[in-house]
């Protein structure tokens, strides 16, 4: 079955660091890809998607590239804002039936 | 509509009580999604609504579980016999089409079984 899995534990960095967070996926089919956002206190928001191989998705200078060859779709900012701090779930959605398939998430702390 | 929304935005209930749940999608959207999260894990799916066609309720976990729709409107899900491993955030989400839609999510709804 599809499924996702992010890196363990949360991530603590200072403002203006450079953030990674892994996101790999087993999948039968061709998924589309997306990082959904939660900040505190707020409903889960679509950050930035990829529909098929090498599409890089990006929004608030956060970026992922759908890697077909390693399974991946990794999440980067080059340099972090306190107002960055949320917690970032990966996800697909196999077209065959459409429900998404989410990470368990990664809470992300931005220190001044 | 202006986003999906939710009701209520918290349940504090007694083990055994029946709850339900409610949902109003974003006008227009054919699709509707329910899902679970319990502390510290990710979403779990639960079920969705296409249109008129039937439900796919492969990922509610007992027959406790239920959910209806009416038409491409208001949907209910329903937990009877609630138990205190129901704890969790129970999410909304609709789409505008069902394949690799976007799904928009509501703030979703609390619930505490005592």
């Known amino acids: 079955g599809n499924s996702v899995t992010q890196m363990e534990g949360p991530v603590t960095l200072s403002e203006e660091a450079f953030l990674t967070i892994n996101c790999t996926y087993t999948?039968?089919?061709?998924?589309?890809l997306f990082w959904y956002v939660q900040y505190p206190g707020e409903g889960l928001q679509l950050l930035l998607k990829?529909?098929?191989?090498?599409d890089k998705g990006s929004n608030k200078g956060f970026e992922a590239t759908y890697r077909k060859e390693t399974t991946s779709f990794h999440l980067e900012k080059g340099s972090v804002q306190v107002s960055d701090s949320a917690v970032y779930f990966c996800?697909?959605?196999?077209?065959?039936?459409?429900?998404?398939?989410f990470g368990k998430g990664n809470q992300v702390v931005v220190i001044p | 509509g202006a986003g999906v929304s939710q009701s209520p935005s918290n349940k504090v209930t007694e083990k055994g009580k029946d709850v339900e749940l409610r949902c109003d999608p974003i006008s227009g959207h054919t699709a509707l999604y329910w899902y679970r999260q319990r502390l510290g894990q990710g979403l779990e799916f639960l079920i969705y609504f296409q249109g008129n066609s039937a439900p796919d309720k492969s990922g509610l976990p007992s027959d406790r579980f239920s959910a209806e729709r009416t038409g491409e409107s208001v949907s209910t899900l329903t937990i009877q016999r609630t138990q205190q491993e129901d704890s969790a955030v129970y999410l909304c989400?609709?789409?505008?089409?069902?394949?690799?839609?976007?799904?928009?999510f509501g703030p979703g709804t609390r619930l505490l079984v005592l």
């Open positions: 999948a039968t089919g061709y998924p589309s």
């Open positions: 990829a529909t098929k191989a090498d």
């Open positions: 996800a697909l959605s196999d077209h065959g039936n459409n429900r998404l398939a």
């Open positions: 989400a609709s789409s505008l089409e069902l394949a690799g839609g976007t799904q928009y």
